[in-house]
């Protein structure tokens, strides 16, 4: 977050931005910018806090900085919420001196200069990546291996049957001699004949995977002790 000098044309610029406590807590948006009557400075920032409905709470110029994401002030957010409701356009004398006293503000100065009295904590925060690495990986491979098969088949075969038919008719001159018929017999034998057919598509696709996976690592704060008297403790 990159902070800069407030000045008043900047400030002109900031209105409906959010405001920032010290911790970097939201406390609402700029509404009002409040200038000294004589100089013209911006002294008072009117920020439309959400508290208690539509409260608008007042709060200083000086120690506030303005940053890309908004303006900072000085204040803590539940510092800056119990301050007083002012909601004219005006600021009374009473008033101001009202809000100097909350504020601690001593002739239109804090008490204690923010800016250039004030320590900065850094905290290291985790971030986490990512990197694509291999897991594994599949391999498909085809081999041939040979296993029996059998097959049932249904054969035919001629037979032989003598028949026998009575006949009683004469022939007249008959001429004995010897005779024979051959009847050949015929039968089917089974023959085998291989062929090839594709009977499967074997292949790898990939899909992914989402899985939850928590990361645990050590990161290391500044911390401040705050010694002394400081008003407010």
Known sequence: M??????????????GAPVFDTAGEQIGKVEEIFYDHET??????????????????????????????????AYAKDHVKDGPDIDSDEISH??????????????GRTANNVEDQALTRSEEELEVGKRNVEAGHVRLRKWV???????????????????????????????????????????????????????????VEKGVQT?????????RKERVEVDGDVEGR
């Open 2 to 15: 990159q902070k800069q000098e407030m000045n008043r044309v900047r400030l002109d610029e900031m209105r």
């Open 40 to 73: 013209r400075v911006p002294e008072w920032v009117g920020v439309g806090t959400g508290f208690f409905g539509t409260k608008r709470v007042l709060v200083p110029v000086q120690g506030a900085q303005a940053t890309d994401d908004g303006l900072v002030v």
């Open 94 to 107: 009473e008033e101001e001196a009202e809000l100097a006293a909350f504020y601690g503000l001593d002739g």
């Open 145 to 203: 291996e040979t296993e029996p098969v059998a097959l049932d088949v249904e054969l035919r075969r001629e037979v032989a049957r003598v028949t026998r038919e009575p006949i009683n008719e004469p022939v007249g001159d008959h001429d004995f001699s010897e005779d024979a018929i051959d009847v050949p017999l015929r039968e089917e034998q089974a023959t085998v004949n291989k062929r090839t057919v594709a009977k499967e598509r074997i292949g």
């Open 211 to 219: 899985e939850r996976q928590t990361v645990e690592d050590e990161v």
